[in-house]
């Protein structure tokens, strides 16, 4: 069993900074690639980050420059450090992860986790 676990999300006004972090847990032999996706109100699940366990970074163009994305291996842990933060970066957070196991190879999703930007 394989578990994505993410924390961080919450209410902060416009300008302001959030940190997400997800950590995952379970059966794992080793991670490949990580990152985060978000989902708005209404719109489509979209890309915001990864990063492979190598750590070469791919950013949404709409997020470049404000969002940076790291990870631990020995940890098995990925966040989106977010800063300058917009009213259009509200979303549902989700963290993936393509994980392999002893008996198989998947991509896991976490729960996600709320972003609000509002005055």
């Known amino acids: 069993q394989v578990q994505l676990v993410e924390s961080g999300g919450g209410l902060v006004q416009p300008g302001g900074s959030l940190r997400l972090s997800c950590a995952a847990s379970?059966?794992?032999?080793?991670?490949?690639?990580m990152g985060w996706y978000r989902q708005a109100p209404g719109k489509e699940r979209e890309l915001v980050a990864t990063?492979?366990?190598?750590?070469?970074?791919n950013t949404a163009a709409s997020v470049e420059g404000r969002f940076t994305i790291s990870r631990d291996n020995a940890k098995n842990t990925v966040d989106l450090q977010m800063n300058s933060l917009k009213p259009e970066d509200t979303a549902v957070y989700y963290c993936?992860?393509?994980?392999?196991?002893?008996?198989?190879?998947?991509?896991?999703w976490g729960q996600g986790t709320q972003v609000t930007v509002s005055s």
């Open positions: 993936y992860a393509d994980i392999l196991r002893p008996t198989n190879r998947a991509y896991y």
């Open positions: 379970g059966s794992i032999f080793s991670i490949g690639v």
């Open positions: 990063i492979t366990r190598f750590y070469s970074r």
